[in-house]
């Protein structure tokens, strides 16, 4: 109604022919979007078409040189909102369109300005985007050939575009699937696209610019090939000053915590190669980040967050994520949320079996002796001369963490009752000869091999024992020396509760150790001793107080 169409030219009916000049102001197009094909379910409530240039018809062959827009334009989905925009510019059109032949479509520039899109994810978990399509039609037998085809070669469309210019534009996201909702939007859309077509194989330059939140910067700059098949794209992109707490929605249903404060920025590459084969690499930097409260979800990890979260922020109250993702566009199984959701369960499951390596920043955690774990000798409870550097290194990670309580828990084997014996022995047997030694060989470490002998005959002499071989006046009867020790050491004690004692031992020794070296006693616990199979140790666990 508020449309005109004005043509200056030569027309002809046999055989239909027409050659002008076109300008063609705000036509009404919603009018004819039942032309649409049937697979698009959207609905075009408003657009406004404009043309203004030459146009010649020869039967069905079409060329047109000119300008156009398509302006005031409204669509929606499913009765909501999709897209819109106040104008699309498309400036120095050249078409070509004849039949039997491939058409080809140049527009040395579009210009888009004052855009908005809306993407919902409902209740049940269904996009928007998704329902502006509409199922294909179930093939019959016969029909399946047919739609299954390889298209001959030269029959697409070339399409070659100058450049884009993107101007205020606005994305509105809303999710209906958390509780409660979640929503937010990329405000001031801005930036271009260098040319890109069918025919050509460079990538144009892209420079994209906007805010999400109102106040954190958003930017992407690289290169993209949209038209090829594969889509080939190489882009960086980067997200500052991000604040965290609104995504409580998400930290509620799938973490079970709240988010009380906290920032995000992200640097992120995305590339494609003409394989489509994708790689991604995401760096995320959470900047104090804080969890509030804990809220129950039957959607919620298993892991303790809280603890995984504290392992991983640095002594800045930060946490750096690497999150590199890899995969190709042709295998139907790749999933790429799913692959980023399992780097990242990987990063909090390494944290928390390696909690010491990762603090102690040693790299991997797999590589070369675990920091929560300190071994001991058998039947010994003192620490190996060598765990000097690897207590540093706990001491050193504990110290600057304030935030973690430390619970140490010594084990002993039951294969250690030999060698429990034989530490006992030891230790009886160097306390008797000091006894006997002057004063300046009272704080010796061992018995010289010369007097050992003579210091376990002593001992024996001295230790009442119940089976000590008599003679007939009942007198100790005379043996050898290897006797005297299989004597003294069958009657030293070795079951359970001794093995036990050693364990509680071995972790009273580390304590003792890692508190010289400055961490507070306060905040280290000793657990049960624990009898086990397995190497003779002392193990370190972390926990929040």
Do not use: C
Not at 192 to 200: E, N, Q, R
Request: proline share 7%; aromatic share 4%.
């Amino acid at each position: 109604q508020a449309g005109s169409v004005r043509f200056d030219g030569r027309i002809g009916l046999s055989p239909l022919r027409l050659s002008g000049q076109l300008d063609a102001q705000r036509l009404p197009l919603q009018a004819a979007a039942s032309y649409l094909p049937h697979r698009v379910a959207v609905r075009v409530l408003r657009a406004l078409g404009n043309a203004h240039g030459q146009l010649a018809l020869r039967g069905s062959a079409v060329r047109f040189d000119g300008d156009a827009a398509l302006d005031d334009v409204s669509v929606d989905a499913a009765r909501q909102p999709l897209l819109g925009w106040r104008s699309v510019q498309l400036q120095r059109i050249r078409l070509r369109a004849a039949p039997r032949a491939p058409a080809s479509l140049r527009i040395g520039q579009v210009a888009l300005q004052h855009f908005y899109a809306r993407v919902v994810l409902s209740a049940d978990a269904k996009l928007n985007l998704t329902q502006a399509w509409r199922a294909p039609h179930p093939a019959t037998p016969a029909a399946a050939p047919a739609r299954t085809a390889v298209a001959p070669a030269g029959t697409r469309m070339q399409l070659h575009i100058g450049g884009v210019a993107l101007r205020d534009g606005r994305i509105d996201y809303t999710d209906y699937f958390v509780r409660p909702n979640y929503a937010t939007s990329l405000l001031g859309v801005q930036g271009t696209i260098g040319a890109f077509g069918t025919a050509s194989t460079a990538l144009a330059p892209v420079q994209l610019r906007a805010t999400a939140q109102g106040d954190a910067p958003v930017r992407i700059d690289g290169s993209v090939a949209p038209l090829l098949q594969p889509p080939r794209l190489d882009l960086v992109g980067s997200l500052r000053e991000f604040q965290l707490a609104p995504l409580s929605p998400y930290s509620e249903r799938y973490a079970g915590y709240a988010i009380a404060r906290g920032q995000l920025a992200m640097h992120v590459r995305y590339r494609i190669d003409s394989s489509g084969e994708l790689s991604a690499d995401n760096h995320l930097s959470l900047d104090q980040l804080t969890l509030g409260a804990h809220v129950d979800s039957p959607d919620a990890t298993h892991l303790p967050v809280a603890l995984a979260l504290a392992l991983l922020k640095d002594t800045q109250g930060r946490i750096e994520l690497d999150i590199p993702v890899s995969g190709s566009l042709h295998d139907p199984e790749f999933d790429f949320a799913a692959l980023a959701a399992r780097v990242v369960r990987n990063l909090f499951a390494r944290a928390l079996t390696a909690p010491f390596t990762l603090l102690a920043h040693l790299g991997d955690a797999d590589a070369g002796q675990r920091l929560d774990r300190m071994a001991f000798a058998p039947g010994s409870a003192r620490l190996p001369a060598a765990s000097g550097a690897l207590l540093d290194q706990v001491a050193q990670a504990l110290r600057t963490r304030s935030d973690l309580i430390l619970t140490i828990t010594g084990t002993a084997s039951p294969a250690e009752r030999d060698a429990l014996r034989e530490a006992v022995f030891a230790h009886r047997l160097l306390l008797h000869w000091r006894r006997h030694q002057p004063r300046n060989l009272q704080t010796a470490d061992a018995v010289p091999p010369a007097q050992r002998d003579a210091a376990i005959a002593a001992l024996y002499r001295d230790t009442a024992l119940p089976d000590k071989p008599r003679t007939l006046l009942g007198l100790p009867a005379a043996v050898p020396v290897a006797t005297m020790r299989a004597l003294l050491l069958r009657q030293i004690p070795a079951d359970d509760a001794q093995l036990r004692a050693l364990a509680m031992q071995r972790a009273v020794a580390l304590r003792a150790a890692l508190q010289a070296r400055g961490v507070p006693g306060a905040r280290q616990f000793i657990g049960a001793p624990l009898l086990r199979a397995g190497a003779p140790e002392a193990m370190l666990s972390l926990s929040l107080p």
